[in-house]
T-cell receptor, first 111, second 116 residues
Framework: EAQVTQNPRYLITVTGKKLTVTCSQNMNHEYMSWYRQDPGLGLRQIYYSMNVEVTDKGDVPEGYKVSRKEKRNFPLILESPSPNQTSLYFC??????????FGPGTRLTVL | AQTVTQSQPEMSVQEAETVTLSCTYDTSENNYYLFWYKQPPSRQMILVIRQEAYKQQNATENRFSVNFQKAAKSFSLKISDSQLGDTAMYFCAFMKHRGGSEKLVFGKGTKLTVNP
């Protein structure tokens, strides 16, 4: 089954404790991205990757890092999480026809 | 920069009736894609329908159809024969056609409730 998976689905952590949210897709998509969703703000892009070893900032990259060492994986790294990073996070990957498919989301709470 | 506006924060409709969700966008691009995504209480983002700007014909997917007015920069979603399972947040989104970052620019969403 074609899908985008994220782990963990739910995470509660404390300020400053490094964490990684994994994202994996099995569709051989070149383009992957991370979004965060906040009430009243819709979804905003954090980072994206056009291919292996090619990443770039989106609209709200501060406090986040990413890497793309393999085509299927695109982890999101929070080196020192803060409460303003409490949000719902989505990973997405794109087909050649430009339709993006989303993972199930990761609910992150930073205390 | 592109912007997407959904002017209806909330809407409701009776089961089996038809409802139209509004979306307008602002862009100077000529080639782009438009999407409607559904987000049910499970929070999963589900693609409902997509439209290529170069196509004049409005996209249709079963009970879902769009009214794409390129000159007016309008992209409304019509849901026919509404079902209880259509209750969700609906997001309109815009994406340039392979022009750069290719991100989706989202509206703030419309919360649709289908009443029995």
């Amino acid at each position: 089954e074609a899908q985008v998976t994220q782990n963990p689905r739910y995470l509660i952590t404390v300020t400053g404790k490094k964490l990684t949210v994994t994202c994996s897709q099995n569709m051989n998509h070149e383009y992957m991205s991370w979004y965060r969703q906040d009430p009243g703000l819709g979804l905003r892009q954090i980072y994206y990757s056009m291919n292996v070893e090619v990443t770039d900032k989106g609209d709200v990259p501060e406090g986040y890092k990413v890497s793309r060492k393999e085509k299927r994986n695109f982890p999101l790294i929070l080196e020192s999480p803060s409460p303003n990073q409490t949000s719902l996070y989505f990973c997405a990957s794109r087909t050649g026809s430009d339709t993006q498919y989303f993972g199930p989301g990761t609910r992150l709470t930073v205390l | 920069a592109q912007t997407v506006t959904q002017s209806q924060p909330e809407m409701s409709v009776q089961e089996a009736e038809t409802v139209t969700l509004s979306c307008t966008y602002d862009t100077s691009e000529n080639n782009y894609y438009l999407f409607w995504y559904k987000q049910p209480p499970s929070r999963q983002m589900i693609l409902v329908i997509r439209q290529e700007a170069y196509k004049q014909q409005n996209a249709t997917e079963n009970r879902f159809s769009v009214n794409f007015q390129k000159a007016a920069k309008s992209f409304s979603l019509k849901i026919s024969d509404s079902q209880l399972g259509d209750t969700a947040m609906y997001f309109c989104a815009f994406m340039k056609h392979r022009g750069g970052s290719e991100k989706l620019v989202f509206g703030k969403g419309t919360k649709l409730t289908v009443n029995p």
